[in-house]
């Protein structure tokens, strides 16, 4: 499957923005300081975004749930 491919529900951000596409989630842990990357939360987003992008199926929720799961924990969700 293709990093273009949208999640079913796009994941909103604190201040308004969202991630509306494995691109878009991946772009976005890149963007955030290496030490924060590296925590366990956002290495299990970024596996779950990798195996969506791979294999796709059920993958696409499981990165989703991640990527929301790593947002809370850094208080960062919607």
Known sequence: ???SI??????????GG???TLQQAAD???SLP???QHEAHWQVAV????????TGG???????????RALNADGKQG
């Open 18 to 20: 969202r991630l509306a």
């Open 34 to 36: 290496e030490e924060v």
């Open 58 to 68: 059920g993958w696409l929720m499981f990165a989703r749930i991640a990527m929301i």
């Open 28 to 30: 976005y842990v890149m």
């Open 47 to 54: 596996q779950n975004l990798i195996n969506a992008a791979e």
């Open 1 to 3: 499957m293709p990093w």
């Open 6 to 15: 949208p999640f079913d529900d796009p994941i909103p951000l604190h201040g």
